[in-house]
């Protein structure tokens, strides 16, 4: 890759360095080809470096939208916004001026997870963009590190540009991964996991798409369904315990069959410990 004042580097399967009397090895990263000396493969080879070019300048090479590292899911990416340059133009954080980008096409649709995890100081605000906005691209979605609020449903085939900058005028180092959710085995009413008195079942909405509409519930569409069998005629108590590491809105709703009557509904914030009996 290059840019107006940024050269590339070339270097060989014996990790020596083209162009002169270059340079130094770091932190940022950039794209390269590994092949043996009788051509028997190729394969792609992420690894970090960083050059000191001509200009005396440090180069890094992901600091533009148009020149964005692509990423896939599931994989562990090292980067550092040290030395890098840019604007603050998100809508959730001010100062973060120092952006490097990513670029992210999803292999299926569904929910995925920006998840960054920082190596020093870094203070992560994340943004999402459906192009680089030196060619009109609008943000999508940011948040902050540690805000729950940093998942995405991603459409197959389509681009999206990840920007990663440190808030408050900072810079650091950190890792960065695109978590992809499937959807859970019970998403659908006919899919419903069988419960039992005084059982306990973890449950996860993570991926779910929307199979009903409740009555006491709003913008509740990540839905998971479970079946019981009442053994004799009473009462019967349900109890959600959720996660006070990350305590959402729950909405708990009982119906006598897929795509029947409701009997029993309750929106209650996480930490309120819901109950519908």
């Keep these: 890759q290059s840019n107006s004042w940024c050269s590339r580097t070339d270097i060989d399967q014996n990790g020596s360095v083209g162009m002169g009397d270059l340079i130094d090895f770091a932190r940022d990263w950039i794209k390269g080809n590994v092949w043996d000396s009788s051509n028997q493969f190729d394969m792609d080879l992420d690894f970090t470096f960083r050059s000191l070019a001509t200009t005396g300048s440090w180069c890094v090479l992901h600091d533009e939208c148009e020149d964005a590292i692509q990423i896939v899911a599931d994989t562990e990416y090292f980067g550092s916004t040290k030395e890098a340059t840019g604007t603050d133009i998100t809508t959730c954080a001010s100062n973060d001026i120092y952006d490097v980008w990513y670029e992210f096409v999803p292999q299926q649709d569904g929910l995925y997870k920006v998840h960054v995890e920082s190596t020093d ?123 006070y590491g990350n305590p959402p809105f729950y909405t708990a709703a009982i119906y006598d069959s897929c795509g029947g009557t409701e009997l029993a509904c309750e929106e209650v914030n996480g930490g309120d410990n819901p109950t519908t009996s």
């Design 121 to 243: 100081s870094f203070s992560a605000c994340v943004s999402i963009f459906d192009d680089c906005p030196a060619s009109g691209g609008s943000e999508i979605k940011c948040w902050l590190q540690g805000q729950n609020d940093r998942f995405f449903e991603g459409s197959k085939w389509t681009r999206y540009l990840i920007r990663l900058a440190d808030y408050g005028s900072s810079a650091g180092d950190f890792k960065l991964t695109v978590v992809y959710y499937p959807p859970p085995a019970n998403d659908d009413c006919a899919n419903a996991i069988p419960v039992f008195i005084d059982q306990s079942y973890q449950c996860e909405t993570y991926g779910a798409s929307n199979d009903a509409a409740t009555s006491c519930g709003s913008n509740d569409d990540g839905d998971v369904w479970y079946a019981y069998m009442a053994p004799d005629n009473g009462s019967a108590t349900f109890i959600i315990n959720p996660d």
